[in-house]
């Protein structure tokens, strides 16, 4: 949870000119606290409760789950809105990529909805950018979905422009909802309602001066005449009966096609009115329930998972769990791999509070590993078979972008394996340190030999929490920001968790919700693996939540969560051999990696260690056949 400096109502808001008739009045109000961000910060900041009420894209309401919405108000559309829309240069059947502006997940998966009810159930290929890159991709089979002001911007450009809310006019009949004032349940009480209402009234008295103020700043005053027609004649301001319809149609139709939970249309004065008439509160749906859509692939809200959380029964969690296991590998395989985790350098400058691997800049047990050392674990690797290293280290400031290079070209030239190499974090730091983009790091890496991406640094993507236990180390969007470049660039990488610091079970969710967001833009992540954090005497955090029976239900609950990431792999390196065959049964259909070595959590006094005869015999005692996979998790042998 945030830490609360005030009592006023926090109030975000996405900061489009459409938007500004509903909040700009509030500026100056002594009882509220107003900000302004894209929509997806917006979103960000509701679910990771950081604000109080937001006027948020209606997708990243139901994504986050049991909000609620202001009654009478909304950005929305009965025909063409004209500042979100599909434009190319040619037909919409005859694209093969649209690039997707990111800053708003509900243009997003309306684009999506549309094409596809266009196409007949067939869709191009996606590529997530930001605004300007969105546009500059524009040209022959490329189109882009581009949103707000850009939109508007050029406006009658592109040879073929498909307006997104007309579309869905056509298709359904019904009007659309873009953003609406949403809130956690009990977040607003009925004077607070009052003065956003009041708001509203203010701000379409104003919208000639909100237009035109917004033409100057953006230097933009040829399109004066067109700002105004927009927030006066194009947007609809008033959420009535027909935009509900519209919003639960649009709630039902993503939900049918895998890209939103399920999401139901109800608002703050109806739990009001509950609690005045003494009325029971509608019907929570039954854990049983829940856990069924979710052991049948459906997906899941940031607040269900939380409730699973914290009302299911581990034995209950693991069977759907292995449910969905089983509907995704029906083979009754379980994978595992031959390689090594190579950790190159121990020093670092990130001081990361929970580590117990690292070392400063000059510390006398600091460490840059030799060839000569290196070799000998990779000769150790070749001859047991091995496929892949997995190398990563601290953030050496000492080791320019050249020595990596180096070093892939003589590891690939003299021992042919796989390159799973350098987490986000490191990618970022050589980026910053040659003063490089992430993309021509990345490039550069991949031409010298690496193959994927291992997803260590994520710890919990979400900020409180990163600037808590490492204030050094890269932001949630950074991170995610490499895997979205690396992904782009056709390189594929892992994701994780590591938990049981000071996160809460929201902070949990947040962090899987990210990820899967992420995936449904790029589909670049193969596998996801949890452990808890490992405490040894001397790191500066204390131990969160943890335990055996903690780790099984967050394994189990990222498998439920995650239902567009293929695989989930067991924990045994921190866990133990023995909580990693279990944990085949609750949602795992990869045992990870023969460990020869392991420095990281070794350090907290973690030393479990195994080979591939013992891996095989623990997935044929949990009931499974055993093959090796390489990163990809392609079979390299039959099953046995």
């Known amino acids: 949870m945030s830490e609360r400096v005030s009592t006023k109502l926090r109030v975000s808001a996405v900061e489009y000119l459409n938007a500004q008739p509903l909040y700009l009045a ?4 002594p009882d509220v606290e107003l900000d302004t961000a894209l929509p997806a910060e917006v979103a960000r900041r509701v679910a990771e409760d950081e604000t109080d009420l937001a006027l948020m894209p ?118 659309f909802v873009f953003a609406a004032w949403f809130g956690r349940p ?52 008033d959420l009535g009966d027909e935009e509900a319809q519209a919003l639960a149609r649009f709630y039902e139709e993503a939900h049918k096609a895998g890209l939103l939970p399920k999401a139901e249309v109800r608002f703050f004065d109806q739990d009001r009115d509950d609690v005045a008439s003494g009325s029971k509160p509608a019907q929570r749906q039954s854990l049983d329930t829940l856990l069924g859509r979710a052991a049948d692939g459906e997906r899941l809200s940031a607040a269900e998972g939380e409730r699973l959380v914290a009302e299911a029964e581990l034995f209950d969690l693991g069977l759907a769990a292995d449910a969905v296991r089983n509907r995704k ?15 190159y350098t121990n020093v670092c400058t990130t001081s990361c509070r929970f580590c117990a691997f690292y070392r400063p800049v000059g510390h006398p047990e600091g460490y840059v590993l030799s060839r000569e050392v290196l070799g000998q674990k990779l000769q150790e690797v070749v001859d047991a078979g091995g496929v892949q290293i997995l190398l990563q280290g601290g953030l050496n400031p000492e080791l320019p972008i050249e020595w990596y290079e180096d070093l892939f070209r003589w590891m690939k030239k003299e021992y042919g394996l796989g390159l799973h190499a350098l987490s986000p974090e490191e990618i970022l730091h050589i980026a910053q340190m040659e003063k490089l983009s992430t993309k021509t790091v990345l490039e550069r890496l991949r031409a010298a030999g690496l193959d994927s991406v291992p997803g260590g640094g994520a710890e919990i993507l979400v900020d409180r929490v990163r600037r808590k236990i490492a204030k050094a180390k890269c932001t949630s969007e950074d991170w995610l920001g490499v895997m979205r470049v690396a992904h782009q660039m056709g390189l594929r990488s892992s994701c994780t968790m590591m938990y049981g610091t ?32 490992q405490h040894e005497s001397g790191v500066r955090i204390e131990a969160g939540d943890h335990g055996t029976m903690f780790y099984l239900r967050q394994q189990a609950v990222a498998r439920l969560m995650l239902d567009n990431v293929a695989h989930v792999g067991a924990s045994w390196v921190t866990q133990g051999p023995d909580v990693g065959q279990v944990a085949l049964r609750f949602g795992a259909d990869d045992y990870g990696s023969v ?35 390489n990163v990809r998790y392609d079979w390299l042998n039959e099953p046995s």
């Open 58 to 175: 209606v997708a990243a309401a139901a994504t986050i789950g049991d909000l609620r919405l202001v009654r009478g108000m909304g950005i929305c559309a009965r025909g063409k809105v004209r500042s979100v829309v599909i434009v190319s240069e040619r037909p919409l059947e005859e694209l093969t990529e649209v690039s997707l502006d990111l800053s708003s997940r509900t243009s997003v998966v309306l684009a999506r909805l549309v094409i596809r009810h266009r196409l007949g159930g067939k869709e191009p290929k996606y590529v997530g950018r930001v605004a300007a890159d969105a546009i500059a991709s524009i040209g022959g089979t490329t189109g882009a979905v581009v949103i707000g002001d850009p939109a508007l911007r050029i406006e009658g450009k592109p040879a073929y422009t498909l307006d997104l809310a007309e579309a869905w006019r056509e298709w359904t009949g019904l009007p």
């Open 26 to 29: 509030l500026a100056g109000n």
């Open 186 to 237: 009990g977040a607003l009480d009925a004077a607070q309602e009052a003065i956003i209402q009041k708001a509203k009234v203010d701000g379409m008295a104003r919208r000639d001066e909100i237009s035109d103020a917004w033409a100057k700043a953006n230097g933009r005053d040829e399109l004066l005449a067109s700002y105004r027609s927009y927030v006066h004649d194009t947007i609809r301001y």
């Open 595 to 629: 460990m020869f070595e392991e420095n990281v959590v070794s350090s907290a006094g973690t030393t479990f260690c195994t080979n591939a005869g013992a891996i095989e015999a623990r997935i044929h005692g949990a009931g499974f056949r055993a093959v090796r996979r």
């Open 329 to 343: 590998h029906p083979h009754d395989v379980v994978t595992y791999i031959v390689d090594r985790n190579v950790n």
């Open 502 to 533: 000071v996160d809460t079970a929201r902070d949990r969710i947040q962090h899987l919700v990210k990820l899967r967001d992420l995936q449904d833009e790029t589909g670049g992540f193969t596998a996801f693996f949890c452990w808890d954090f």
